[in-house]
């Protein structure tokens, strides 16, 4: 089952941009990369999922180098309101059985 | 549509007594999740189903039991509650396994 590793927390200025990098090691062939936000007392919201290269929406951008073995997310621009937990998921989008949520890197941006 | 709604949003149990946790979802989604997240902790897998009468194990089923009788509900059941099962807990639902999951807001337990 694929796991995954992420910082514990960073910090950063408001407009600055952030990368967060998820390590996957043991990521499968039928694995996707999936990334949630969560802030306090909510539960976790999607921001984006990818298989490869690179995929953007209009809030954030996931880059996947072409091994898969790990991720990374970029909050372009982050304000007071991007504060969260970001959670790095890996797993097959056909099943439901190996979705693990790890501890989470927890983002605080700083006026 | 309201999106996944739990039921209670707090509640206090003693040791020993039991409880169902409801969850409804409006999407007509057929993946329906319980995860547990304890303080500072990320999110546990509880159960899971794929459909209406199929459900599974997940991460840390033990002391929980489900069931999925319509598309639309999918309760937890906790029969006799231990301290250990303080946490907050969080029904999910996706259209197919791996694809966007919707989370409701989540019923705080304190079992004492």
């Known amino acids: 089952l694929a796991k995954t590793t992420q910082p514990i927390s960073m910090d950063s200025y408001e407009g600055q941009e952030v990368n967060i990098t998820c390590s996957h090691n043991n990521i499968a062939t039928n694995d996707y990369i999936t990334w949630y936000q969560q802030f306090p007392s909510q539960g976790p919201r999607f921001i984006i999922q990818g298989y490869k290269t690179k995929v953007t929406n209009e809030v954030a951008s996931l880059f996947i180098p072409a091994d898969r073995k790990s991720s990374t997310l970029s909050l372009p621009r982050v304000s007071l309101s991007d504060t969260a937990v970001y959670y790095c998921l890996v797993g097959d989008i056909r099943g439901a059985n190996n979705l693990f949520f790890g501890t989470g890197t927890r983002l605080t941006v700083i006026p | 549509n309201a999106g996944v709604t739990q039921t209670p949003k707090f509640r206090i149990l003693k040791i020993g007594q039991s409880m169902t946790l409801q969850c409804t979802q409006d999407?007509?989604?057929?993946?329906m999740y319980w995860y547990r997240q304890d303080p500072g902790m990320g999110l546990k897998l509880i159960y899971y189903?794929?459909?209406?009468?199929?459900?599974d194990k997940g991460e840390v089923p033990n002391g929980y039991n489900v069931s999925r009788s319509t598309t639309e509900d999918f309760p937890l059941r906790l029969e006799l509650a231990a301290p250990s099962q303080t946490s907050v807990y969080f029904c999910?639902?996706?259209?197919?396994?791996?694809?966007?999951?919707?989370f409701g807001p989540g019923t705080r337990l304190l079992v004492l």
């Open positions: 189903s794929v459909g209406a009468g199929i459900t």
């Open positions: 999910a639902s996706s259209g197919l396994g791996g694809e966007t999951q919707y």
């Open positions: 999407m007509n989604h057929n993946y």
